[in-house]
């Protein structure tokens, strides 16, 4: 079993930043790949970004590419999401997840997932 904790939301006007962490405890972060999706009121959970095993590769939705970066610490085991030029439209619950690939993270299917981080962008 793999333990997922989310941290960083917060409540930031249109075009500031964020940094959301994802720590992870129990069996070895290493050996997975990890993503951070979202799910707006009334909407369904949405991939936002996914990162391989090594941080080698990355995968983003395209209504967050060059706004947001995930980026992962295997010696902390911690994956991060960098936010950046952050919209109304960002304002959901972030949530963070790990599986056997990057694939199935682009699928929206997670082996194991956290309990959320509220991100609400004003404007």
């Known amino acids: 079993q793999v333990q997922l904790v989310e941290s960083g939301g917060g409540l930031v006007q249109a075009g500031g930043s964020l940094r959301l962490s994802c720590g992870a405890s129990g069996r070895s972060f290493a050996t997975y790949a990890m993503g951070w999706f979202r799910q707006a009121p009334g909407k369904a959970r949405e991939f936002v970004a996914a990162?391989?095993?090594?941080?080698?590769?990355?995968y983003y939705a395209d209504s967050v590419k060059g706004r947001f970066t995930i980026s992962r610490d295997n010696a902390k085991n911690t994956v991060y999401l960098r936010m950046d030029s952050l919209k109304p439209e960002d304002t959901a619950v972030y949530y963070c997840?790990?599986?056997?690939?990057?694939?199935?993270?682009?699928?929206?299917?997670?082996?194991?997932w956290g309990q959320g981080t509220q991100v609400t962008v004003s404007s």
């Open positions: 990162i391989n095993l090594s941080g080698s590769s990355t």
């Open positions: 997840a790990g599986s056997m690939n990057t694939y199935r993270l682009r699928q929206t299917q997670g082996d194991y």
